[in-house]
Nanobody
Framework: QVQLVESGGDLVQAGGSLRLSCAASGGAFSIYTMGWYRQTPGKQRELVAAITSGGSINYADSVKGRFTISRDNAKNTVYLQMNSLKPEDTGVYYC?????????WGQGTQVTVSS
């Protein structure tokens, strides 16, 4: 059973930066594809960025050039560096770990970007 704990969410002004962290335990972290998703009221949870075990990265078009996902397998942690934040980036950010058989979710961390 993989457990994921996110941290780093906060209230920030537009144009600011935040770094989210997701610490994993209970599984072989290095083999999982790790992702960050966000959800806002009334909308479906959407993929923000993902990084595979081999280091391949995928970003949502809305965050390309502003967000950077990375992972530290020695620390069982995945990060999301968010720069040039916009009010539309506001939401609850969830960490996800998945292998070919199932996926796991963290509890989420709130990011609020004020205009």
């Amino acid at each position: 059973q993989v457990q994921l704990v996110e941290s780093g969410g906060d209230l920030v002004q537009a144009g600011g930066s935040l770094r989210l962290s997701c610490a994993a335990s209970g599984g072989a972290f290095s083999i999982y594809t790790m992702g960050w998703y966000r959800q806002t009221p009334g909308k479906q949870r959407e993929l923000v960025a993902a990084i595979t075990s081999g280091g391949s990265i995928n970003y949502a078009d809305s965050v390309k050039g502003r967000f950077t996902i990375s992972r530290d397998n020695a620390k069982n942690t995945v990060y999301l560096q968010m720069n040039s934040l916009k009010p539309e980036d506001t939401g609850v950010y969830y960490c996800n770990a998945k292998n070919p058989f199932r996926g796991y979710w963290g509890q989420g961390t709130q990011v609020t970007v004020s205009s």
